[in-house]
């Protein structure tokens, strides 16, 4: 078992930052990849970012050049910087962990973003 728990959302205006944090605990010792998704109010969740274990990072074109995400593989955490902070950013975002030793992945509770014109 993996719990994940995410913290750093918020209410910003646009073109504000906001960081998010997702820390993993519990049964970890796999290299693992972490994600952030995102879902919006009536919309289905998509992909916003992925960190791998051996650091190479992806991001949604939506948020390309806009987030950052990273780890602190010593406190099996990852972030997501996120700058230039639009309306259509406005969603709950979710991290989750994945890894081939496991076979399910590990969602977070999600956390809100929120960004008003």
């Known amino acids: 078992q993996v719990q994940l728990v995410e913290s750093g959302g918020g209410s910003v205006q646009a073109g504000g930052s906001l960081r998010l944090s997702c820390a993993a605990s519990?049964?970890?010792?796999?290299?693992?990849?972490m994600f952030w998704h995102r879902q919006a109010p009536g919309k289905e969740r998509e992909f916003v970012s992925r960190i791998t274990s051996d650091g190479n990072t992806h991001y949604a074109d939506s948020v390309k050049g806009r987030f950052t995400i990273s780890q602190d593989n010593a406190k099996n955490t990852v972030y997501l910087q996120m700058n230039d902070l639009k309306p259509e950013d406005t969603a709950m975002y979710y991290c989750?962990?994945?890894?081939?030793?496991?076979?399910?992945?590990?969602w977070g509770q999600g956390t809100q973003v929120t960004v008003s014109s």
């Open positions: 519990g049964y970890i010792y796999c290299r693992y990849d």
């Open positions: 989750m962990i994945g890894s081939l030793c496991w076979s399910e992945n590990y």
